[in-house]
């Protein structure tokens, strides 16, 4: 199983930017999926996280700003990135620690990572 995640890159504060984190592999099915970020010289923490059935839950950091959501027909998770403040910066990792697979063991899976820079 692999996370690919794209959509990274340099933004001016108040912009915007849409990540993206397709799991691909045997795949049987997928419970929660979501996102962290790492700042550098920070612990690496929850951003969004998002469960197959719809629920989500944000860091109080982001609410208001992001919006996590799924295509679960794509196993793929989006973070839609709004209002960014250049305390947003940080490596963004998508996760998705529920994963079950065609011998129907469960593992938790990590993306590579996307930089995500806002500038002031």
């Known amino acids: 199983v692999q996370l690919q995640a794209s959509g990274g890159g340099l933004v001016q504060a108040g912009g915007s930017l849409r990540l993206s984190c397709a799991a691909s592999g045997n795949i049987v099915s997928i419970d929660n999926m979501g996102w962290y970020r790492q700042a550098p010289g920070k612990q690496r923490e929850l951003v969004a996280h998002n469960t197959r059935a719809g629920s989500t839950n944000y860091a109080d950091s982001v609410k208001g700003r992001f919006t996590i959501s799924r295509d679960n027909a794509k196993n793929t998770v989006y973070l839609q990135m709004n209002s960014l403040k250049p305390e947003d910066t940080a490596i963004y990792y998508c996760?998705?620690?529920?994963?079950?697979?065609?011998?129907?063991?469960?593992?938790?899976?990590w993306g590579q990572g996307t930089q995500v820079t806002v500038s002031s």
């Open positions: 996760n998705a620690p529920g994963v079950v697979t065609g011998d129907f063991s469960v593992s938790n899976y």
